[in-house]
DNA sequence: CTGTGTGCAAAACGTTTGCATGCCT
DNA sequence: AGGCATGCAAACGTTTTGCACACAG
């Protein structure tokens, strides 16, 4: 997502226009690495604009997705989560607490064996981390017996 | 999952009922590839057995995987599905059609960065490849105007 | 016979939509 | 002034739950 004020020019130039709540879900996504969900969003933002309503969290979640200014991302099936970093990269996800964090390297696409290959053409891949993130590693002996 | 005369087996051994209900769920499941969704089960089930109900099927779907027969995988946000195949492996999605195939091939895990591993310890990962499938490579040029 | 499994209906959950009103431009 | 944005309430699709009855063990 780019910077808020280029992000104005673009609605602008859309003939989107700039409401408090528009610019105040702007301010929670500009640099936030934590793969909120919509409710997280609207939760941050009732703590500076209360009236506001999911119905707008959400609508305007849709302009900034058509316009490729975020992604939604899929982690779990419970939610969706939507992220402002649009360059691909990938994700650890701590089995324990859920947290998501980025991750910015770039790593060589595995190469997929012949027989797939015929079948189907990749143009790009994700790769989930799975584990324990340290604030939760060392307490999960007890997972076993979930 | 493992077979259906060995799942029998567990499922006595555990004190846990065999109906017919349950047994067409595991004949649908048996070396099913096709990542089926609680719906698709339900209406493949419905051919053979077609007084049951959807609560039969999740029900049934909840004690195989609390059992680690199954895994319920998440790769769109709008529904689960369910797959026999519990060994790691990765997968392929078609952008456009939206198949999900198996990739059984094993790859070394990407090494992370330093920094990263600081925080965070990964015990295992899943990649998922997208792209087009055969059927759907070459009928793709609009999709940039979407 | 006992208790687990089934199936209905209803609730829960996150998300989307229709529509009247509000307000940015 | 015009039209897009807002917010309510209701609809939606999927999954879960409460409860009475059925049936496998």
């Given at each position: 997502?780019?910077?808020?004020?280029?992000?104005?020019?673009?609605?602008?130039?859309?003939?989107?226009?700039?409401?408090?709540?528009?610019?105040?879900?702007?301010?929670?996504?500009?640099?936030?690495?934590?793969?909120?969900?919509?409710?997280?969003?609207?939760?941050?933002?009732?703590?500076?604009y209360p009236m506001i309503s999911f119905t707008t969290v959400y609508k305007t979640l849709e302009v900034l997705e058509s316009l490729g200014e975020?992604?939604?991302?899929?982690?779990?099936?419970?939610?969706?989560?939507?992220?402002?970093?649009?360059?691909?990269?990938?994700?650890?996800?701590?089995?324990?607490?859920?947290?998501?964090?980025?991750?910015?390297?770039?790593?060589?696409?595995?190469?997929?064996?012949?027989?797939?290959?015929?079948?189907?053409?990749?143009?790009?891949?994700?790769?989930?981390?799975?584990?324990?993130?340290?604030?939760?590693?060392?307490?999960?002996?007890?997972?076993?017996?979930?």
């Amino acid at each position: 997502m780019r910077k808020i004020e280029e992000l104005v020019n673009l609605f602008k130039s859309r003939e989107l226009k700039i409401t408090p709540q528009r610019l105040g879900i702007f301010k929670i996504l500009e640099g936030n690495t934590s793969h909120p969900s919509a409710e997280n969003i609207f939760h941050e933002i009732r703590h500076i604009y209360p009236m506001i309503s999911f119905t707008t969290v959400y609508k305007t979640l849709e302009v900034l997705e058509s316009l490729g200014e975020i992604l939604k991302i899929t982690i779990d099936g419970t939610r969706k989560y939507y992220d402002p970093n649009t360059t691909p990269h990938h994700h650890t996800i701590c089995s324990r607490c859920n947290m998501i964090a980025d991750v910015n390297e770039e790593f060589d696409m595995p190469r997929l064996p012949g027989e797939i290959l015929d079948k189907f053409t990749p143009s790009n891949y994700h790769i989930s981390f799975y584990g324990n993130c340290r604030e939760c590693f060392g307490e999960v002996k007890d997972v076993s017996t979930i």
